[in-house]
């Protein structure tokens, strides 16, 4: 399984980003889809999540800011951001967990999102 992601960048404070991620190969299918960041020197955390039952969790730094949407047919999910700020600059990763097997998950890359004036 292959997760791409799409849509980092730089962004002054204040302005908004949209982050996509596609899962393709064989075998899965959507549990879960979540998107995690780590900043330079701090470990990688929660930004939010859901489910394929559209079940959807935020960190508590969220704070409404941001919005995260997915599609269980087509293995897709996209996080809105908005309101950014210097503080949510780091490597923003994709994760699956697949529903096919027990504890069978999957990272993206990482794209690097920026803030900064």
């Known amino acids: 399984v292959q997760l791409a992601e799409s849509g980092g960048g730089l962004v002054q404070p204040g302005g908004s980003l949209r982050l996509s991620c596609a899962a393709s190969g064989v075998m899965f299918k959507m549990k879960r889809m979540a998107w995690y960041r780590q900043a330079p020197g701090k470990a990688r955390e929660l930004v939010a999540g859901?489910?394929?039952?559209?079940?959807?969790n935020y960190a508590e730094f969220v704070q409404g800011r941001f919005t995260i949407s997915g599609d269980g047919a087509t293995n897709t999910v996209s996080l809105q951001m908005n309101g950014l700020q210097p503080e949510d600059t780091a490597v923003y990763y994709c994760y699956l967990e697949n529903a096919y097997y027990v504890e069978d998950e999957y990272w993206g890359q990482g794209t690097q999102v920026t803030v900064s004036s």
């Open positions: 859901i489910t394929s039952d559209g079940i959807t």
